[in-house]
């Protein structure tokens, strides 16, 4: 595929690719003082399974999809962790250098992959916007959202390959096993032999239509093979997931009046990044009635048909975005109905599109990436979000009050500064949001009141967590759960030992 115009003057693909790259690490460097967050602090700090390099056979092998292990269903993720740790240990730069190294790696592909499509100077400023979005923040700057950045990178990696060698067994032997890592990184990546079906169709159906069947068939099979493989050997029984993912709003007719609020979101946050948050929730979209975002989808989609007819390259963009979208919508249940890192390989699709627009207007790759220059600031400053669990959750109890894992992990974060009155406050807060059916609130209450002295109240809250969560009555299964930090666990034996036995203090 050639470019669609001759630039005035050469952009050297690999060196602009590189310095993209550079940059787009750059605009991450905050992110290389910051500590762990949210689920790296379970992942990496408290969990030993990155840390014991005699599970690499299992990972390696897969068998780690049938393990009650943390990601046992992204092997890809497991593994880059592990590289990590065996390198740094418990200490988070290494881990966030990996990231940003990594969004720097996607930028670069998406800029190579574009730049075939576009031309090199719309490529480029697309892929400046893609680079600078703080949309991205939170797949960047948190190591365990790392699996979103690998499913994009070998994703764009195996389309790279493709759109270099076509199906030749050259390409092949590429593009194959970079879709397999990205579906092994993260489920959404199953879309990618569906991306490769469009690319080919659009763009070199001239070419062998055997052979590029033949590739098509041995991409689908890899990915298909690991969806397949993925829930045949998932572990029937978990410690750690006890609680399966229930349906958004509890039914599909809940979820279908909901999910095209969730979207319409979505599209306001690309163009309007306003109010970015870790945890989303009926607050964040109380603006977004159904009839208006209902309207809002249908002229966004009619506007994307009209024009993507018109335009082969924006059409792709187009098809990437939404389906890259589609397997973290909630069209099966999933553990959160919304996240920021859900749009990270939707957002190269979006800059495809844009970059094709760009296209039909002379001063257009100017314009759009000049739009990089207000966006790198913003993205500067939410990763300050991200830089410990402290700001983490103060900043999402205040975008988003009804927060329960907000208030929750808040109150830890305060318990670990020593700020213990603040702390119960923000847990009794969580017991409100939750209506009283959260087990770790309880238990951490149980906890602080435990080192006030306040025993009775104390082994009160106890039992009103063990009752919610049997797990609890266990310290070893807690462990096992990687529920909690060894510290707290310790604690909490003191509370599990005076209630299994009855004995009180002056007994």
Not at 351 to 379: C, H, K, M, N, Q
Request: proline share 6%.
């Amino acid at each position: 595929m050639t470019s669609r115009a001759a630039p005035r003057f050469a952009l050297p693909p690999g060196p602009v690719a590189g310095g993209l790259a550079l940059l787009a690490a750059a605009i991450y460097l905050p992110s290389l003082s910051a500590d762990f967050a949210w689920d790296s602090v379970m992942q990496v700090r408290n969990d030993q399974f990155i840390h014991d390099l005699r599970n690499l056979p299992a990972v390696l092998t897969l068998r780690v999809l049938s393990m009650d292990v943390l990601d046992f269903n992204r092997p890809t993720q497991l593994l880059s962790l592990m590289a990590d740790a065996a390198i740094w240990g418990r200490h988070p730069f290494g881990f966030h250098l990996t990231n940003i190294l990594l969004h720097g790696g996607v930028t670069a592909l998406l800029f190579l992959f574009a730049r075939r499509l576009l031309g090199p100077w719309p490529a480029l400023a697309a892929a400046l916007v893609f680079a600078a979005h703080p949309l991205h923040a939170e797949a960047v700057a948190e190591v365990a959202n790392r699996e979103d950045l690998l499913a994009a990178f070998f994703t764009l990696a195996g389309l790279n390959a493709a759109a270099q060698w076509g199906a030749t067994w050259r390409g092949a032997l590429l593009t194959v096993p970079c879709f397999f890592l990205a579906v092994g990184a993260k489920e959404s990546a199953v879309v990618a032999p569906a991306l490769l079906a469009l690319y080919w169709w659009w763009f070199r159906r001239a070419e062998s239509r055997r052979a590029w069947l033949t590739l098509l068939a041995a991409a689908s099979v890899a990915v298909g093979g690991f969806v397949v493989a993925r829930f045949a050997l998932e572990p029937r029984e978990s410690l750690i997931f006890q609680r399966k993912p229930e349906r958004l709003g509890g039914s599909w007719a809940a979820t279908a009046k909901l999910q095209p609020r969730i979207w319409a979101f979505y599209l306001r946050q690309i163009v309007w990044p306003g109010d970015l948050c870790a945890e989303y929730g009926p607050w964040n979209i109380r603006n977004f009635k159904l009839p208006v975002a209902v309207a809002v989808l249908a002229a966004v989609i009619a506007a994307q048909v009209w024009w993507g007819r018109r335009d082969r390259a924006f059409a792709l963009g187009a098809a990437t975005f939404w389906l890259a979208l589609l397997p973290v919508s909630n069209l099966v249940p999933i553990y959160q109905p919304m996240a920021d890192r859900f749009l990270y390989l939707p957002l190269a699709g979006m800059a495809l599109s844009v970059g094709a627009l760009a296209t039909r207007w002379r001063y257009g790759p100017l314009v759009l990436g000049a739009l990089a220059l207000p966006l790198a600031p913003l993205t500067w400053q939410q990763q300050q979000v991200w830089r410990d669990e402290l700001s983490l959750w103060q900043h999402t109890v205040q975008k988003n009050p009804g927060s329960l894992h907000g208030y929750n992990n808040l109150g830890c974060a305060l318990v670990n500064a020593g700020r213990l009155d603040e702390a119960l406050r923000m847990f009794e807060r969580s017991l409100q949001v939750s209506e009283g059916k959260n087990p770790d609130t309880w238990a951490q209450i149980a906890l602080i009141l435990n080192e006030r002295g306040r025993t009775a109240e104390a082994d009160e809250a106890f039992r009103k967590a063990v009752e919610l969560d049997p797990r609890l009555a266990d310290p070893d299964v807690i462990a096992r759960a990687v529920m909690w930090e060894a510290a707290q666990i310790q604690r909490w034996r003191t509370l599990v030992e005076r209630n299994r036995t009855g004995s009180r203090p002056g007994h």
